[in-house]
RNA sequence: GCUCAGGUGGUGGAAUUGGUAGACACGCAGGUCUCAGAAGCCUGUGCCUAACCGCAUGGGGGUUCGAGUCCCCCCCUGAGCACCA
């Protein structure tokens, strides 16, 4: 190895020139089954998309490069690796108008993100690179998915999705603006497919429970808590007049306000509600329940905001606990995905019920009492009830209890707990995405099947097509991957399916059911009893599927027998730190926990919680304060910063903007002030003339001062590079080297302690300089410098006088002074001694090695 | 509407958790070098002042010898959730 030949700092060439000397030698590599302690440093992987590297993708890379190379320098094992989350629509969509295939752009993308990354001098192991788009890499993608199928953790199911008759696809929430197609602004409606869903809920307590043994930002973790929901309450049957129509079943959480109970109401789509409906009420209850059902959740929401809406039906139920007959109503403040999809209103402490009761001039009785006697309703507080005939004089909480109990008794309710998350609609009818791995066979074919295979769910996952019962059979996980096929057009089918329902020769073939071939049906039925006619599930899986265990990935990404061996795991385990935005607190962070539980649960992976640290880094605004965006044009490029100032510059600036996790604007002329330090330290060690600075030297010593500003320094800069405080860590360095230049000359191990401590932040000048200074080999495989903690006590103090609270006056003073000793400096004080004269001294606060108060009158 | 997180110079931000508010950097001003400019270097820079005094961490009140930091009320900004019974 060695150092370019430039005279001055000219990171043009030395940056490059470093970046040529990694990519061959690749000194990042982790090693699996070292002896050494491991470090997982983890960054969310990017989406390749054709814009390029955002600015925000660099920012949290170099918190988390800096902290790989700090560990590195300390002894540890470091797995710090990068890949692509590729599957996406943008790819598609750009498919679509180009008719290339979607891989070809995306590894265009991949390339040009890669180049972007590289030139950054992020201490990547690059052999470990991963890639979601790749068969290598989504054949486990779709093992996992069979391992959710056979545990019944995958089920299919009619949902709704957005159908653009005008375009004839399906389109992704985001591509729905208004009620209008973004492209072109057709309208859109609501369209029942037979989509897939994984059974997430079956987790949620698990998930809820985990958040307790990680360490995450809080607010991360109650939007966790808050998207999932939980809530304890009970369910409660009521009787309907109508016998023969069986039971209404509602949930609520205050049962203890059961007598206040005045109505009922069903959400529009409740089963019940035809059988229900009165003949003078039909026309009304139809016509009601035609527009809810035009309308979108989100709509139903906005509208809601406005005014409750709602239709009595003409029936009655009867409730449990005092036999009082109840109306029946229908609006669409009730919504059917949530609890049973039907309440029983009580207006009196509810405020959405008080809303719609005072509308329709329903009754409003209060069964609780306010503690202060407050008499505003609604009321949704704590209380004792009243009007509750034997329950009268409760408490609330006690009222609970009692009641659900009494119902519990007379089989008319039990305690029951409900949540707001829903199972995860997992599919997308798209083509560029991870194909499922089944195969839809008939239901006589697949009891055959299920005859040589044990790696079938417990209960067939079947749906039923034009009244045919079609039966979901898995591939056999030796048959993976299922790839991708070649397509005509990537234009959806026009059916509302995927493009993949055009391939004909794919779609309907025959399926040996124990290998997992298939030949095409047009070819005629192959040899042996094993051979089931099917048609492929032409649904793909979204996004997230293939970020939701690529962390496990690069811990032996190559592995062909497995997604990675035990050992792997078992030395890797989950990454110690995680950095990413706070846009994926939900979704990613929350799908991802799910998997890998999953995948706990089967005894696959070690541990029960995928990331143990998380953090996220936080917005860059751009140089107006606004959020960067190309229709502002004050988006901020990489690639032009790292031509203007390098990338060691660009590397330190991020971090110097301010806290990591903080929203912060960029300022153009902030980063002189960073690049200015570079260039300072480079002159301290460069000459003019490209060779050592004169002012180095083998026998110099600091000042006193200075040689405990330098072991402030290490120690700081060590502990702020733990606490991710990259700022304040070089703000540090800057402290230190402003004191090095006023030194008459400069320790030539002191410049060599300045560089390692820099090494993390500006590697490729710190490499330069490590070797011209005359260091061996790499600054990277240098041990990190120490502090001397006996370096940190100084012989002298700063004492802070005030007078009367107020400060008047510093001294330096010896740190044996007594309190004594100080209030005699005080008195001779030029600043501080007028306050004191005339006055009377009536009590002293003296906080140690600090500050000295004196309270006079 | 609800729940969090924040409001510190002209700007980005520091402040050992109750002990010198404004570190470091940007910007600005003056000086130095230069034929000149750029770069560099030196000095200054919260506000008000000639200086002292005084004032100052969104506003108001409180606790304390002492509050950016703790407590109460209000205002503003950002994020998330938004009929979940």
Known sequence: MKPTDCTDYDFLKIEPHWQ???????????????????????????????????????????ATDILARYKRARGFNVLHPIGWDAFGLPAEQHAVKTGTHPASNT????????????????SYDWDREIDTTDPEYFRWTQWIFLQLFKRGLAYVDERPVWWCPELRTVLANEEVIDGKSEVGGFPVERKNLRQWVLRITAYADQLLDGLKDVDWPDSTKRMQEAWIGRSEGAEVVFKLENAALGDLKIFTTRPDTLFGCTYMVLAPEHPLVPALTGDAQRQAVEAYRKVAAAKSDVDRMSDAAKEKTGVFIGSYALNPVNGARVPIWIADYVLMGYGTGAIMAVPAHDERDH?????????????IAAAGGNEQLPYAGEGKLVNSPGYDGL?????????????????????TVNYKLRDWLFSRQRYWGEPFPIVWVGEADYARAAKRRGDLPAQPVTFVENGVTLCALPLPET???????????????????????????????WFDAETGAAVPASQGKPAGDTWVRGRRETNTMPQWAGSCWYYLRYLDPQNAATFASKDALNYWGVPDLYVGGAEHAVLHLLYARFWHKVLFDLGAVPQAEPFKRLFHQGIILGEDGQKMSKSRGNVVNPDDIIRDYGADTLRLYLMFLGPLEAMKPWNPKGIEGVHRFLRKFWRECIGEDGRLNPRLSETAVLSAGTEKLLHETIKKVGEDIEGLRFNTAISQMMILLNALLKEPALPRRVAVTFTQMLAPFAPHLAEELWLRLGQPGSVMSAVWPVYDPARLVASTMTIVFQVNGKHRGDAQVPTDSTEADLIRIANEHPKVSPHLSGKSLKRTIYVKGKLLNLLVV
């Open 479 to 509: 048959a993976l991957p299922l790839p991708l096929p070649d397509v005509q057009s990537y234009l959806p089918s026009g059916t509302g399916e995927s493009p993949l329902a055009n391939v004909g020769e794919w779609l309907d073939i």
């Open 107 to 122: 590894q265009n993308n991949i390339a040009n993100f890669r180049r972007q990354i590289k030139a950054l001098g992020f």
């Open 395 to 415: 408490d609330w909480a006690e009222a609970k209890k009692k009641i659900t109990a009494d119902l519990a008794a007379k089989g008319a309710g039990k305690g």
């Open 20 to 62: 040529a000397i990694w990519e061959q030698a690749r000194p990042f590599r982790a090693e699996n089954g070292s002896a050494k302690p491991k470090f997982y440093v983890l960054d969310m992987f990017p989406y390749p998309s054709g814009a390029g590297l955002h600015i925000g993708h660099p920012e949290g890379y170099t």
């Open 355 to 367: 809303e719609f009761a005072v509308k329709y001039r329903l009754p409003i009785p209060r069964v």
